[in-house]
């Protein structure tokens, strides 16, 4: 499995971007996320989709902010990401697990394979 994330970029405080993530050798069975980890600090859980997308999860500080999707033809995920704040500033990483359970989606440890990120910057 490898994941490439891209749709990163510099954008004022208010702006919108949206990030994509493509698997190669992902399946259906996969649950896909986001994290992020700014400078000097932990990742972070951002969102993810738990395998065939029956159930979807935000990180509360998140909710109504950012949107996940993915389509399943093109093997790609994304994160809509609305209203951004300069402490949205981070980079942003694809994930993908197949033996991942759902109790564990926010557990950056818990994923099996990672993108390489791709950076967000909001400027106030």
């Known amino acids: 499995v490898q994941l490439q994330a891209s749709g990163g970029g510099l954008v004022q405080a208010g702006g919108s971007l949206r990030l994509s993530c493509v698997c190669s050798?992902?399946?259906?069975?996969?649950?896909m996320g986001w994290f992020r980890q700014a400078p000097g600090k932990e990742r972070e859980f951002v969102a993810a989709m738990f395998r065939n997308g029956g159930t979807t999860t935000y990180a509360d500080s998140l909710k109504g902010r950012f949107t996940i999707s993915r389509d399943r033809t093109k093997n790609s995920l994304y994160l809509q990401m609305n209203t951004l704040k300069p402490e949205d500033t981070a980079v942003y990483y694809c994930?993908?697990?197949?033996?991942?359970?759902?109790?564990?989606?926010?557990?950056?440890?818990?994923?099996?394979?990672w993108g390489q990120g791709t950076q967000v910057t909001v400027s106030s």
């Open positions: 994930a993908a697990a197949s033996r991942i359970i759902l109790s564990q989606l926010r557990v950056p440890s818990s994923w099996e394979h």
């Open positions: 050798g992902c399946t259906s069975g996969n649950s």
